[in-house]
């Protein structure tokens, strides 16, 4: 079996996800495996892998959009946003008033905080083990934008909600501020990842799945599937790397007249578009 294309698995909580691409390069006997988007041990669902040549549009799948469940506990704070974290501060709880109104106020564009126990680097060192070693460091804000929140349910001390939003963005950091919001300190209960990108919650396989041969592998003419498409006449073009010319401002995936993924093509700001990464 030819193995280049996309896995999409449903990664169980208390597992990194490169536990899940570890598991995956030994059940397939494969080296290049990737993922797209780094899930939190404590968090679910959806884990997009991309297998053999199919890594080479890693890149472009990072971007996606993101969907998530999550459940906000309202009454208890701990250091690292989520309900793994050590308690930092804790307050009875006593009903809320003004839900919907702050639920309201986070949809948009803005600049987000994230937490200190996460992956990103500042001076080439992880902000976790700034925190796990107690150093003092800026942590700069980064724009997101969250699309769409709906409210699910309220029971007691506990919110759950559907969030839609753009790469990047933390949903611990957003519990914790609404949390905030609410007039409490709060933490992350739990976290569902229902879609990245156009794969679904329903279209991923578990680990159990892959360890019995039940799975399927997707094409990139599905991972691109709702990318704008440019028809090119001569495949050769592509294969050299020339230039295309075009007024097109934005990326775009180049294909044959058959519909199959050659390359990611992008404006070079004087009327062409030149090939970012071929994908053949």
Same mark, same amino acid.
């Given at each position: 079996m030819k193995m280049d294309g996309i896995l999409l698995i449903n990664k169980p909580i208390h597992m990194t996800s490169h536990d899940v691409v570890n598991i995956v390069r030994k059940t397939l006997h494969i080296k290049k495996v990737g993922h797209c988007g780094t899930l939190d041990p404590d968090a679910s669902g959806v884990l997009v892998l991309v297998i053999g040549k199919a890594t080479k549009a890693l890149q472009f799948l990072q971007s996606d959009n993101k969907e998530y469940i999550t459940t906000l506990s309202l009454g208890t704070s701990t250091d690292t946003y989520d309900a793994s974290g050590n308690v930092i501060e804790t307050?009875?709880?006593?009903?809320?008033?003004?839900?919907?109104?702050?639920?309201?106020?986070?949809?948009?564009?803005?600049?987000?905080?994230?937490?200190?126990?996460?992956?990103?680097?500042?001076?080439?060192?992880?902000?976790?083990?700034?925190?796990?070693?107690?150093?003092?460091?800026?942590?700069?804000?980064?724009?997101?934008?969250?699309?769409?929140?709906?409210?699910i349910n309220v029971i007691d001390n506990e919110i759950t909600m559907k969030v839609a939003c753009s790469k990047g963005t933390y949903i611990r950091s957003l519990c914790h501020d609404?949390?905030?919001?609410?007039?409490?300190?709060?933490?992350?209960?739990?976290?569902?990842?229902?879609?990245?990108?156009? /794969? $679904?919650?329903?279209?991923?396989?578990?680990? #159990? !799945?892959?360890?019995?041969?039940?799975?399927?592998? =997707?094409?990139?003419? @599905?991972? /691109? $599937?709702?990318?704008?498409?440019?028809?090119? #006449? !001569?495949?050769?073009?592509?294969?050299?790397?020339? =230039?295309?010319?075009? @007024?097109?401002?934005h990326e775009v995936v180049v294909v044959n007249k058959e519909n199959k993924v050659l390359a990611v093509y992008g404006p070079n700001g004087h009327g062409y578009l030149k090939s970012i990464r071929g994908l053949f």
């Open positions: 307050k009875t709880f006593n009903g809320i008033n003004n839900l919907e109104e702050v639920i309201q106020s986070y949809i948009g564009l803005q600049q987000q905080l994230p937490p200190m126990y996460s992956a990103i680097k500042v001076n080439g060192k992880k902000l976790y083990e700034y925190a796990r070693n107690n150093e003092k460091v800026e942590i700069k804000p980064r724009e997101i934008n969250i699309y769409d929140i709906e409210l609404m949390a905030l919001s609410l007039g409490y300190p709060g933490h992350m209960k739990s976290l569902e990842r229902i879609r990245s990108g156009c /794969f $679904k919650i329903d279209d991923c396989v578990s680990l #159990d !799945d892959l360890y019995h041969g039940d799975y399927e592998l =997707l094409s990139l003419e @599905d991972a /691109f $599937k709702d990318w704008e498409h440019y028809i090119i #006449d !001569d495949e050769n073009v592509v294969y050299h790397g020339k =230039l295309i010319k075009s @007024d097109i401002d």
